[in-house]
């Protein structure tokens, strides 16, 4: 239909449709922005929410407990290992000292010297009394972590155990907040996608069709777009049914469109040729010409050819003359292309055989011979 338009409506349609898509643009933007939101209209749960706190507190404050015990022991220990280190430094350090005396003294096998003996030897017993309190020392922080730790392993087993149970609780809660907030998308766009069918059906060429069309693409893009990343895993079910309920609707609406078009084809085709021209619009019949069809019937119809004057198929005229100039002309022409004359004021033009008689009105007509 675009080359029976003048150009200036060519451009309007095209700005139209500009408008189309731009009020869908700005209308998804929006059901985007209120999509996204609709989780806010559920309350966060927590594990917490679900976990039985008069048995999980003591645990908590155990494993804290004993998280502070064994840090502070872990302290403790590196003191005591560090007193350990120098005792035992001290002790090797003596026994060489000792070690060394003794060797002397059998050198020299002075029998005086045994008081200094016995000194020597006391004074390495108290190292080694030093190094056995150090060593004591690390061990019992050494205990005292171990103690922390297999306390705080024990808490965290059972904390475990009930952890699992809310986490089971609270996953059966994420499935039924994700059910109701895709209801809520559901009960959002559903509708949206009924009202763009609506629309579809009696409104798609109404004097607003650019906002009838741009909610339309609107709604289809909600549904089918906006509604997929939010789908449970249950929720491709209800996109695919709901395809297949309007592909069905669709095809219906189509085929009885289609029988309704023929059915009118074919009583069209019976009415005489000047009442079947009247019917067509201008725009339509010079659309249908332009693809080299038929104006009543749609059919094929090669109309380069001179001689063709009338649809072979359909019997609707075609061409005709000018009543003026009887250059050979569209017949759903409103002027001569030729002369420019209006084909409403135009007389039909039958070229005349014979000799012209006049007619007295309530008198006979006599043939011509």
Not at 8 to 19: C, D, I, M, P, Q
Not at 39 to 50: A, G, I, N, W
Not at 101 to 120: H, S, V
């Amino acid at each position: 239909m675009s080359k029976s338009l003048r150009l200036s409506e060519k451009w309007f349609r095209r700005g139209l449709w500009l408008v189309a898509f731009v009020f869908a643009s700005f209308l998804i933007g929006l059901g985007s922005t209120i999509v996204g939101d609709l989780p806010q209209v559920e309350r966060v749960r927590v594990l917490d929410d679900f976990i039985d706190k008069p048995a999980a507190e003591p645990l908590r404050a155990t494993i804290k407990a004993s998280e502070a015990a064994e840090l502070q022991a872990s302290r403790d220990l590196d003191q005591a290992q560090l007193q350990l280190n120098t005792a035992q430094q001290a002790s090797a350090n003596a026994r060489e000292t000792f070690g060394n005396w003794i060797a002397t003294r059998r050198a020299t096998a002075q029998p005086d010297q045994d008081t200094e003996l016995i000194a020597r030897t006391k004074a390495l017993d108290a190292f080694k009394q030093k190094e056995d309190a150090a060593q004591r020392k690390a061990d019992a922080q050494r205990q005292i972590a171990l103690d922390a730790r297999q306390a705080e392993q024990r808490a965290r087993a059972a904390l475990g155990v009930l952890e699992h149970d809310a986490q089971q609780r609270l996953d059966a809660e994420y499935r039924r907040v994700e059910l109701r907030v895709f209801g809520y998308r559901l009960a959002l766009t559903l509708p949206l996608l009924l009202v763009a069918g609506w629309l579809f059906v009696k409104k798609r060429k109404s004097t607003y069709w650019p906002f009838v069309w741009g909610f339309i693409f609107f709604a289809l893009f909600a549904f089918f777009v906006e509604l997929v990343p939010y789908l449970p895993s249950y929720g491709g079910y209800v996109r695919y049914v709901v395809g297949i309920v309007l592909t069905v609707l669709v095809g219906r609406y189509a085929i009885v469109a289609l029988n309704r078009y023929l059915a009118r084809q074919k009583l069209a085709e019976q009415q005489p040729d000047q009442v079947r021209r009247e019917e067509l619009s201008y725009d339509v019949a010079l659309a249908r010409l332009a693809k080299s069809v038929c104006p009543g019937c749609e059919r094929p119809v090669d109309l380069k050819n001179n001689e063709i004057d009338f649809c072979p198929h359909c019997g609707i005229g075609l061409f005709d003359h000018c009543g003026h100039c009887s250059t050979r002309k569209s017949a759903f022409s409103k002027f001569c292309h030729a002369c420019g004359t209006s084909a409403a004021a135009q007389a039909p033009h039958t070229p005349v055989t014979g000799t012209a008689q006049s007619v007295t009105p309530g008198a006979p007509v006599q043939p011509a011979t």
